[in-house]
């Protein structure tokens, strides 16, 4: 149980907040590259901020205040320009440093006034990384954007997965510190959702809700590794032995299937919603001819089904709907931790000495400044199965994969 002011340190991301200065020191994925190619402009709310993300004439991409500082019109509805966005109400025209560089009318009248350098808006640096589009908006210089070996590795195909969850970033992040909620939430309430339908319980559900006997913790470079020992397995297996990690602050990092690992992150919106991203790599056989991927393509994993209700016939959605049912912000003052519960104080006293770090003002942990140790960033993980044939991959991908317009394209590449 925690006091409310400690609730509101854990899970305020505004600008000046403990939490909102920790999260403000690392890159978060706010995009799609591809989205940019359909639409050059695109809203933005992160950590409290209204912003506008777009891409000009020439391929940069800006991410500056979503309202322009003539009249404050709404500026993703503005025109990208060879270098810069103008706005479609009066034409003045911004850079991706926030830099007003014309005025129109203003120009025409005083043609020697230097109005518009006087000018700026609120700008943040963005990069792309493997179809993914980043923002950065922490003090200078900015760190390096983490090269995960999800975004790296090669012989591979990716794609991503978005969906808007209106709660708090620490619900969903809490649920990756917490191992037991696997045998109930995707074991247990899977099967009963599933004699519902009349549907088979496939074998993977069957060995979920098998009982958890034992858990555990460890810490590493990049955040911890949780543990469980289930009922017919030992300290020998994967699931103990090797681990199944979280990456600090907001990323967990999981084995979706036979031949694919994901990130699932959870990017702070604001207080009370969420960017949920899925990032998957599939990894094929070395024997496998795997052609460049020209374009990582990007879907949207709906939150409710075609009735209004939660989407919870995908196990994805049945973790978000323990998130989002919890209330926008849950209210940790009245809740009653067990044993269970280890990780979720574990991630919370990490949090704590990370904003501590930062009021320090040091890097928290995962912030790189050092490229050599950035080319490619491994780590293991728990092996549950790879057995890269057409079949099970047809199988597995019936979860929040088979939202991907292109999921056909990447089983077809499996031998079998």
Same mark, same amino acid.
């Given at each position: ?93 911004? !850079? ?57 590795? !090669? ?79 030992? #300290? ?34 604001? !207080? ?21 991927? #020209? ?122």
């Amino acid at each position: 149980m925690l006091t409310q002011q400690e609730n509101e340190r854990l899970t305020q991301v505004g600008p000046g907040t403990p939490m909102g200065e920790l999260m403000r020191r690392y890159w978060h994925p706010i995009a799609a590259a591809a989205e940019m190619d359909e639409r050059p402009t695109k809203p933005v709310r992160l950590l409290g901020e209204d912003l506008v993300l777009y891409k000009d004439k020439s391929g940069t991409l800006g991410l500056i205040d979503r309202f322009c500082p003539h009249r404050r019109v709404d500026l993703s509805y503005g025109i990208p320009e060879e270098h810069g966005l103008r706005c479609m109400y009066h034409g003045w025209m911004m !850079d991706e440093s926030g830099q007003c560089i014309e005025q129109p009318f203003e120009e025409t009248v005083h043609p020697d006034g230097r109005f518009k350098e006087k000018v700026k808006v609120t700008a943040y640096p963005v990069e792309e990384l493997s179809g993914l589009l980043f923002a950065y908006m922490g003090p200078l210089p900015a760190p390096l954007v983490p090269r995960w070996d999800l975004f790296v590795t !090669d012989h591979a195909w990716r794609d991503i997965g978005f969906t808007m969850l209106p709660c708090n970033w620490l619900q969903c992040q809490e649920n990756s510190a917490d191992p037991v909620h696997a045998e109930w939430l995707h074991g247990v309430y899977g099967w009963y959702l599933a004699q519902k339908t009349g549907e088979e319980v496939p074998t993977w559900r069957q060995a979920m809700m098998r009982p958890h006997r034992r858990i555990g913790f460890t810490e590493f470079a990049n955040g911890v590794f949780k543990r469980r020992i289930v009922e017919g397995s030992t #300290e020998e297996d994967d699931i103990w032995k090797v681990g199944h990690p979280w990456v600090f602050p907001n990323i967990l990092r999981s084995t979706t299937g036979t031949t694919s690992t994901e990130f699932q992150i959870r990017v702070p919106v604001d !207080d009370e919603n969420t960017l949920h991203v899925v990032y998957t790599r599939y990894q094929f056989p070395p024997d496998v001819e795997v052609p460049p991927q #020209e374009k990582v393509p990007y879907y949207e994993i709906p939150l409710y089904d075609a009735n209004g209700g939660l989407n919870v016939a995908v196990p994805l959605v049945q973790d978000f709907m323990a998130w989002v049912t919890q209330t926008p912000i849950a209210d940790r003052t009245r809740e009653k931790l067990g044993e269970s519960d280890t990780g979720v104080i574990m991630l919370r006293r990490m949090l704590n000495e990370a904003m501590a770090t930062v009021a320090d003002g040091g890097d928290p942990m995962n912030v790189f400044r050092d490229p050599a140790t950035n080319q490619c960033i491994e780590m293991t993980q728990e092996k549950l199965y790879y057995t890269p044939d057409r079949n099970q991959a047809r199988a597995i991908y019936h979860s929040h994969q088979a939202y991907n317009p292109n999921i056909d394209e990447i089983i077809a590449m499996f031998p079998g």
